[in-house]
T-cell receptor, first 114, second 109 residues
Framework: IAGITQAPTSQILAAGRRMTLRCTQD?????MYWYRQDLGLGLRLIHY???????GKGEVPDGYSVSRANTDDFPLTLASAVPSQTSVYFCASSEKGSGANVLTFGAGSRLTVL | GQNIDQPTEMTATEGAIVQINCTYQTSGFNGLFWYQQHAGEAPTFLSY??LDGLEEKGRFSSFLSRSKGYSYLLLKELQMKDSASYLC??????????WGAGTKLIIKP
């Protein structure tokens, strides 16, 4: 089934540890995105990539890094996790990286930092 | 800057009609999106409006007034499966989506 796969589904992590959330899409979409969703707040963009080989900072990039080595994969890394990074993380993709595009979302990764 | 406001929660009865409002402030306008998100699941696309007026898709319709910075999502013949959060989003000048906090819709039998 075409779509976005995120892993892990859920993770509990000690503060200070490094963590990589994985995201893979099989739709050959050019653009990919990482959002975090917290109770009472809208989805907030962490980082994005309009095409393979390029990345950009979103609204809340601090403490996170991404890479886009190929079209399909867009991992999100927390170099040294802190409790404020406890959240649900959604990876998304869109066909194009320019213009207003419909996003397709992965199922999410629930991260708890203690 | 940009800002999006929607009610936090609404309750409606199965079989009825409900209107979920969204107001926005944006420096430019590149359309408005509505997404549905069931609890514990990913958001899924419902509609995209770029011109004023009402667009109907089955039981769901979306309305836009650019002059008023206002949109609504109209859900008819409500079913229990419509219990979800409804997210309003507008692209900023870089076409990155700015999201409202979402409206949690509770359907009662």
């Amino acid at each position: 089934i075409a779509g976005i796969t995120q892993a892990p589904t859920s993770q509990i992590l000690a503060a200070g540890r490094r963590m990589t959330l994985r995201c893979t899409q099989d739709m050959r979409h050019n653009a990919m995105y990482w959002y975090r969703q917290d109770l009472g707040l809208g989805l907030r963009l962490i980082h994005y990539s309009n095409t393979a080989g390029t990345t950009g900072k979103g609204e809340v990039p601090d403490g996170y890094s991404v890479s886009r080595a190929n079209t399909d994969d867009f991992p999100l890394t927390l170099a040294s996790a802190v409790p404020s990074q406890t959240s649900v993380y959604f990876c998304a993709s869109s066909e194009k990286g320019s213009g207003a595009n419909v996003l397709t979302f992965g199922a999410g990764s629930r991260l708890t930092v203690l | 800057g940009q800002n999006i406001d929607q009610p936090t929660e609404m309750t409606a009865t199965e079989g009825a009609i409900v209107q979920i409002n969204c107001t926005y402030q944006t420096s430019g306008f590149n359309g408005l999106f509505w997404y549905q998100q069931h609890a514990g699941e990913a958001p899924t696309f419902l509609s995209y409006n770029v011109l004023d007026g009402l667009e109907e898709k089955g039981r769901f319709s979306s309305f836009l007034s650019r002059s008023k910075g206002y949109s609504y999502l109209l859900l008819k013949e409500l079913q229990m499966k419509d219990s979800a959060s409804y997210l309003c989003a507008v692209p900023n000048s870089n076409y990155q989506l700015i999201w409202g906090a979402g409206t949690k819709l509770i359907i009662k039998p």
